[in-house]
T-cell receptor, first 115, second 114 residues
Framework: AQSVAQPEDQVNVAEGNPLTVKCTYSVSGNPYLFWYVQYPNRGLQFLLK??????LVKGSYGFEAEFNKSQTSFHLKKPSALVSDSALYFC?????????????FGTGTRLTVIP | KAGVTQTPRYLIKTRGQQVTLSCSPI?????VSWYQQTPGQGLQFLFEYFSETQRNKGNFPGRFSGRQFSNSRSEMNVSTLELGDSALYLC?????????????FGEGSRLTVL
């Protein structure tokens, strides 16, 4: 069974500081991993994905994520946080077994960037 | 290019009623997925349609159903509404037959069941 865990419900960071939002995964086979962001009263927006290749994946809005197979982690990072980055962040893994658009999402981490 | 459009954005129903939600995917996208988002359960996959066929279904009761039309527009229906069906229902479209996991979400339909 595929699953992801986001151990932190809330992350606070000062503007200009680096930020990290944590995600660990459990999959059978090679993982397809994703990060999505949700702003208030909006749908989710795709940030980045890891399928294969370099462990450091770069995405939208200056975000990047590091895939670590030995630690089964896929943490989201940004070198310098902006107040506008404040939002709800979801890690997700694709369901390999069906091969369809079935993503398993984590419970989400609310990021607050403090001015 | 217009994004994914969901209607209605907000609606209020009472227990026992039924509801139909609509989703228009991005032009050219043939795959449409539906997710339910609640504070308690988070985001849960409902079903996915591709070329008018249900390709996959999540673990929801039969009261939840959907369909896709030849123009790729999709509807989902919930019959005999329960209080626990109150949620944000998100539709997402994807261009390819092969799932890349990169989904384009609408802003959702917020259903309140009283």
């Amino acid at each position: 069974a595929q699953s992801v865990a986001q151990p932190e419900d809330q992350v606070n960071v000062a503007e200009g500081n680096p930020l990290t939002v944590k995600c660990t995964y459990s999959v059978s086979g090679n993982p397809y991993l994703f990060w999505y962001v949700q702003y208030p009263n909006r749908g989710l927006q795709f940030l980045l994905k890891y399928i294969t290749g370099d462990n450091l994946v770069k995405g939208s809005y200056g975000f990047e994520a590091e895939f670590n197979k030995s630690q089964t982690s896929f943490h989201l990072k940004k070198p310098s946080a902006l107040v506008s980055d404040s939002a709800l962040y979801f890690c997700a893994v694709r369901d390999h077994q069906t091969g369809a658009n079935n993503l398993f999402f984590g419970t989400g981490t609310r990021l607050t960037v403090i001015p | 290019k217009a994004g994914v459009t969901q209607t209605p954005r907000y609606l209020i129903k009472t227990r026992g009623q039924q509801v139909t939600l609509s989703c228009s995917p991005i032009s050219g996208h043939r795959s449409v997925s539906w997710y339910q988002q609640t504070p308690g359960q988070g985001l849960q996959f409902l079903f996915e349609y591709f070329s008018e066929t249900q390709r996959n279904k999540g673990n929801f009761p039969g009261r939840f159903s959907g369909r896709q039309f030849s123009n790729s527009r999709s509807e989902m229906n919930v019959s005999t509404l329960e209080l626990g069906d109150s949620a944000l229902y998100l539709c997402a479209s994807s261009p390819a037959a092969e799932n890349t996991g990169e989904l384009f979400f609408g802003e959702g339909s917020r259903l309140t069941v009283l």
